[in-house]
């Protein structure tokens, strides 16, 4: 266990003070800071609500169970289990480049919550694939740069954050596939109509 602590801060080093540059530095925390999502996150639900027609609608009410799922899980259940302390407090000479609470490190909820979004868009929009990933591997990379997460905390909330995007979907395929065979039973019993005397 110990080796795996000290790789993990070895990385967390390197990405957060070898790999530092004025134009990250600057970049970095605007993208990290959850607030700054808001305003984009929500013109996305509104267009999906007035132009994305049903499926649209659908996807926001995913969006809403899976995001409550990872995020629930990750802060309130796994953080407070495993206890971990950020790096920007126990780590020496850390580029801590925002304000971090004291709360625990391990996963990253910013990973998990972004790759649930990006797992959910990408089976709904395959499309728009890549771009989902890297907007998730982006806001994962910033957690480290700016200092309040390690490489691990981001890789875990990404498998988190995914994993519960795939159980909820798994849950709406059989759910549908219930549902349809439910109206394919209802159709059918309509169209034989009233036994004969």
């Given at each position: 266990?110990e080796?795996?602590?000290?790789l993990d801060?070895?990385?967390?080093?390197?990405?957060?003070?070898?790999?530092?540059?004025g134009?990250?530095?600057?970049?970095?925390?605007?993208?990290?800071?959850?607030?700054h999502w808001?305003?984009?996150i929500?013109?996305?639900?509104?267009?999906?609500?007035?132009f994305?027609?049903?499926?649209?609608?659908?996807?926001?009410?995913?969006v809403?169970?899976?995001?409550t799922?990872s995020?629930?899980?990750?802060?309130?259940?796994?953080?407070?289990?495993?206890?971990r302390?950020?790096?920007?407090?126990v780590?020496e000479?850390?580029?801590?480049?925002?304000?971090?609470?004291?709360s625990?490190?391990?996963?990253?909820?910013?990973?998990?919550n972004m790759?649930?979004?990006?797992f959910?868009f990408?089976?709904k929009?395959?499309?728009?694939?890549?771009i989902?990933?890297?907007i998730?591997?982006?806001?994962?990379?910033?957690?480290?740069y700016?200092?309040?997460?390690?490489?691990f905390?981001?890789?875990?909330g990404?498998?988190?954050?995914?994993?519960?995007?795939?159980?909820?979907?798994?849950?709406e395929?059989?759910?549908?596939?219930?549902?349809?065979?439910?109206?394919?039973?209802?159709?059918?019993?309509?169209d034989?109509?009233?036994?004969?005397?």
């Amino acid at each position: 266990m110990e080796w795996i602590i000290q790789l993990d801060t070895a990385l967390f080093l390197f990405f957060n003070k070898t790999l530092a540059n004025g134009f990250f530095d600057v970049i970095m925390p605007f993208i990290t800071e959850s607030d700054h999502w808001r305003i984009p996150i929500a013109l996305i639900v509104l267009g999906l609500l007035i132009f994305g027609g049903r499926k649209g609608r659908w996807v926001v009410l995913l969006v809403i169970i899976i995001i409550t799922l990872s995020d629930q899980l990750s802060s309130h259940v796994v953080k407070p289990w495993i206890g971990r302390t950020r790096p920007c407090f126990v780590v020496e000479d850390v580029r801590q480049l925002i304000r971090q609470s004291r709360s625990f490190s391990f996963p990253s909820s910013h990973a998990a919550n972004m790759s649930a979004m990006a797992f959910l868009f990408s089976w709904k929009y395959p499309k728009g694939t890549w771009i989902f990933i890297a907007i998730a591997l982006t806001v994962g990379y910033s957690r480290i740069y700016v200092g309040v997460h390690y490489p691990f905390d981001v890789v875990f909330g990404f498998m988190l954050g995914s994993a519960c995007a795939a159980v909820v979907l798994i849950m709406e395929s059989r759910i549908r596939r219930v549902w349809k065979k439910h109206q394919k039973k209802t159709y059918s019993e309509d169209d034989a109509g009233p036994a004969a005397d």
